[in-house]
């Protein structure tokens, strides 16, 4: 089953970051995401679809990545992003 990025269910709706804060991510109930790096805020903007755990990103550019949501935690291009807690 495949969970749509516009549901506002989705869990993984929010932000996510690096342990340092310097990549930040924000996947946007609409199923856009907008990345900030370190002071540059929307570095890059896209698209994103969830599938199970799994989500591939497409970039303004035309640039694919994926990623994988394992124990709350988002494994992404060797990164490793947290939810961020407010």
Known sequence: MTK????????????WVTEDRYIRHELLPNG???????????????SYTITGDHIDYKDDTGFTADGDFRNGILYHAGMVLYRENN
């Open 4 to 15: 749509q990025a516009s549901n506002n269910s989705n869990p993984y709706v929010g932000m």
């Open 32 to 46: 856009r995401y907008d990345e900030a790096r370190g002071k540059k805020e929307s570095a890059y903007r896209g």
